[in-house]
């Protein structure tokens, strides 16, 4: 089936962990042009029950952001497509409404969790079975953590990009990449795992069924269908896990480069073309994730540009405010620390007191530790722009290691893209020629998968075509992408 896109918009939708960001695709002169319509900040909240999203708040943000795209593209809008970060969930009631704000990955519950399931499932059958990661903040301890706290265990749930494409008027599915970030998809296949839902006491009949990248399913309904507009448009379900549109954005061919997505997490890998769970890749905790095209992500979780973060929310709460550029010029000019942060300490990924975090860390190490006052606020986060870029380095000796691959290029994409610091120190740290790619790379790539799904350029066990897919992100280069004034992604 061939849809005409040369005349009418496509939309993405980004949810962040940070913010959430609505753009729109139209056609100037034959030529894409993207623009971020609508941005607004997203963060946990802290309630009774734990770390959770205010999930009806982030729907209603991406509600304003698809009406005004609504008004803007007068030319009506093809089809709507919603991806952002994995493993969190929404539980569903009988009526498929939501039963509660859905957990943050970050909320501590799944430490005990993920132990007492290893318990049951020891962590290389588990890898044997996934060829996924063993990260506490995976679905399959998240699910474990809500049977253990004995929540309804009849309830359905859904992925939040693809609750999000629900609520709009899609059929409850799962899209495969972001399925297979739960750690419950069988390794190289698009099938659940029934062997961890039984070891574990998870209602296989309850998994939303999962369906290939790029799928269209349904149209959008509700309020939204009496625009003008959104009267025909189509809902698609492109990469669901932003990492994988991401990734489907880099408009690289051969077989010598490999990349980091750089946001709040950092994924560090490359692209195959079938799993790899080697010894050393278990070992290693790498992942291989679904790509775009039946492609794997094999790649490694590294904590983001998130540590910084929380560093500046904690010196503005003191009264220290420090403009990322004003702290990036101020880096540059300051000599390599003379030692480095764990930046995967399980400590550093949790939420809070992160300067108390770092310098307990640096305090067993020996080394002296950073006070509160503004003239260390540079220090310390120079100390933190040379441990990622040294992670970095890390894990991509790892990845030439056991994929046997000679890299040569790196592309980061995602808001990291535009650190410049962090660009030339990684250039430094890996020897890499790195390459610098849109700092929406999640959009271009949300985007790309929609224009194939709607061109018909479909395989039926994989989706979308690899190859369509990247014909499709050269067009979208990031020159196709208008950022409003005062836009920042670093």
């Not at 993405?12 to 607004?40: M, T, Y």
């Not at 009949?205 to 149209?219: D, H």
């Not at 077989?255 to 073309?273: I, M, Q, Y």
Request: a negative charge.
């Amino acid at each position: 089936m061939r849809f005409s896109t040369q005349k009418t918009a496509l939309v993405a939708v980004d949810l962040g962990a940070q913010s959430c960001r609505v753009s729109l695709l139209r056609w100037k002169h034959g030529n894409p042009r993207i623009e971020l319509v609508h941005r607004f900040p997203n963060a946990p909240v802290a309630t009774r029950a734990g770390l959770c999203w205010d999930i009806e708040r982030i729907f209603e943000g991406i509600k304003t952001g698809l009406r005004l795209c609504g008004e803007i593209a007068t030319e009506g809008i093809a089809a709507v497509g919603v991806d952002g970060w994995a493993v969190d969930y929404v539980r569903l009631g009988k009526d498929g409404q939501p039963l509660a704000n859905p957990f943050c990955y970050r909320d501590e519950r799944t430490l005990k969790a993920q132990k007492e399931l290893h318990q049951i499932l020891p962590p290389d059958k588990l890898y044997s079975l996934t060829g996924i990661q063993l990260l506490n903040l995976n679905t399959l301890y998240q699910l474990f953590a809500d049977r253990q706290a004995g929540l309804d265990p009849g309830t359905c749930w859904l992925n939040l990009p693809e609750y999000i494409t629900h609520r709009l008027g899609g059929r409850p599915v799962a899209e495969y990449t972001n399925a297979t970030h739960t750690q419950l998809v069988a390794l190289g296949s698009h099938e659940w795992c029934g062997e961890i839902f039984w070891a574990a006491g998870l209602d296989l009949a309850l998994a939303p069924t999962i369906v290939p990248t790029g799928s269209i399913v349904a149209a959008v309904r509700g309020d939204l269908a009496e625009l003008p507009a959104f009267r025909e448009t189509h809902l698609i379900l492109p990469a669901c896990h932003d990492t994988a549109s991401a990734i489907a954005a880099i408009p690289a061919s051969g077989d010598d480069w490999a990349f980091v997505s750089s946001g709040t997490w950092s994924l560090v890998g490359t692209v195959l073309s079938t799993p790899c769970v080697t010894e050393d890749a278990r070992k290693m905790n790498f992942t291989n994730l679904g790509g775009a095209g039946g492609t794997i992500c094999f790649l490694k979780n590294v904590n983001g540009m998130w540590l910084l973060q929380q560093c500046i929310q904690e010196w503005e709460q003191r009264g220290h405010f420090w403009p990322l550029t004003s702290l990036l010029q101020e880096c540059a000019a300051l000599p390599a620390p003379v030692y480095l942060l764990n930046i995967d300490d399980p400590e550093l990924m949790l939420p809070g007191d992160m300067l108390g975090k770092i310098n307990r860390q640096l305090s067993r190490a020996g080394n002296p530790s950073f006070s509160a006052e503004s003239s260390d606020i540079p220090l310390i986060a120079n100390l933190i722009f040379h441990s990622l870029a040294a992670r970095y380095a890390d894990v991509l000796g790892s990845v030439a290691q056991i994929t046997q691959k000679k890299l040569k290029r790196l592309f980061i994409v995602g808001g990291g893209s535009r650190n410049a610091l962090l660009n030339r120190l990684t250039a430094q740290f890996t020897g890499l020629d790195v390459i610098p790619g849109s700092a929406e790379s999640s959009t271009i790539g949300n985007l790309a998968i929609q224009q194939a799904a709607l061109q018909g350029e479909w395989n039926e066990t994989t989706g979308v075509t690899a190859s369509t897919v990247a014909k499709y992100s050269e067009m979208m280069s990031p020159d196709s992408v208008d950022l409003p004034v005062g836009h920042d992604s670093s």
